[in-house]
């Protein structure tokens, strides 16, 4: 209850001539496919399909910027018995495409190690004095794994070394390409590749999957293969799901087949923290990757230690793995608690104007790096601004940025590059470098392209609703239906319906500190399950009846299967005057 209040803004409605041309479906699961833009018949028919493409029925791997030249470069290299280093990122996305190239050049026979820097002691991206040891101990080619796209000095530092580097990254590119053997990004401005939005280990796989092709092509005579790209595409769901990228078009086909693979728990690593989590094979979505297994992954590297989770996600040891996810559930907890402190430091330092600001800029000393982003995000959310949390350091001082979408902090950042050491990310997270002499302006600057930017804009988040729906329509004929749309994630939402005038026979607070809201709802027929995650704020304080926006989902316990309502926002109820409405 808290923060900026969300506005509601129903889809438009499509036509009732569209709706007609599908009577094999409901007018509802046409209806929330028009919202998400798929609406002619090739589009659904793809959509709604059980089966989806193998590897090499989508894209092609080769049709990405220099391709060919690194699938060249790697084969050479493995028939030399050049040691090969990929320099990975400590993230979910970093970690899985880490440990996809590194099993890839394995299984081919290549000599290879990795690399991925500590975010406490290092920091995000290529460092020179990592490449100046790793050539000292004989790396000769390098390959990035989500990373390196703006890293120009750095890459020609290797290059001084006598080390090809090859990148593979997914970020938004700078000015200049560095000048390496091969840059594989379908963000460059010259690529052709179809689509942009891979993450980084959707663009590591794609390195893996033409080195694999190629191997079919011409294989080395010495060195059978047993690996095939299905393989990999459990590590893919789970970096690409972690990343947060949109899941529509190649980046949905490779996470639906991903889970097929993830389900399977071919990997120790994966079946031990499942386990861990109380994830039962078959049964891993999108969901539990979000807030179950991407969370115990991504606070290894939070914490400095991202060699914990690719260890994990490597082994072929079920004791080591069962270790191994015992160490990030400790690690998760400690991130946790991490996450809350410094969020009420940030809070504190941004003073009490933060709700009024363009953006929200807290700076200080002994904040965690690996936890400074968690903090800006929640901040972010709650006010609805562009946040930036920063950690001072000696003499330099390294901040995360997370933003809203009508403001691209990449290119606030791009405007104040002269006064950085480094930064990169995308339209809504960026991290970045910078003396400690230029941290005010880089304060003063951030605010003032905020200001310019958002000026004369009503800053609230919306909330927008597929369909207005009484609840006695949702039947376990309708959820089976819908099912058809997951995976669900950035893009392709899980539905959302509005329900007006819903009467609440119970609510409490629950959570160990209180922080959610069990509710029952009655529809005038039958008591409906609800949860509101983190607006327990409403305990004791509810309307008779209220306005639900909501999605529908299946709840399972102890063996018993029930429809259940996840309550996004809640509001007083109002009165029903017409069907496109918003509300604050």
Known sequence: MTGV??????????????????????????????????????????????????????????????????????????????????????????????????QTLEELGGIVYHHIPNRVTEGYGLHKEALARLAHDGARVIITADCGVRAVAEVAYAKELGMDVIITDHHSVGPALPDAVAVIDPKRYDSTYPYTELAGVGVAFKLAHALLLENQRDPFADQPVRLAAEDLLDLVALGTVADIVPLRDENRWLVKRGLQVLNKMERPGIEALCSLTRLERGKVNTIAIGFALGPRINAAGRLGKADVARNLLATRYPAEAQQLAGELDRLNRERQLLTSEIEQKARALAGPEIGDSDLIFAAAPGLQPGIVGLAASRLSEEYYRPAVVVEIGKETSRGSARSIPEFHITHALDTCGEILIRHGGHAAAAGFTVANENLKKLEADLKNIAREELFGRELASSLILDIDIDLRGLTWELQRELSRLEPYGCENPAPLFRSRSVRVSSSRAVGSDGAHLKMQLDDGTQDWDAIAFRQGDWAGKLPNRIDIAYSFEVNEWNGRRSLQLNVQDIKPATPITGSNWTSD
């Open 5 to 102: 209040p969300k506005r509601w803004q129903l889809a438009p409605p499509a036509p009732p001539s569209h709706i007609a041309k599908f009577p094999h479906l409901s007018p509802i699961t046409v209806q929330i496919l028009y919202n998400r833009g798929v609406t002619t018949a090739a589009k659904v028919a793809a959509f709604l399909s059980e089966s989806c493409p193998a590897p090499g029925e989508e894209y092609s791997p080769f049709g990405l910027p220099d391709m060919p030249v690194a699938v060249s470069r790697l084969r050479r290299a493995i028939q030399e018995h050049e040691p090969v280093v990929v320099y990975g990122d400590f993230d979910v996305d970093g970690v899985t495409a880490t440990v996809l190239v590194v």
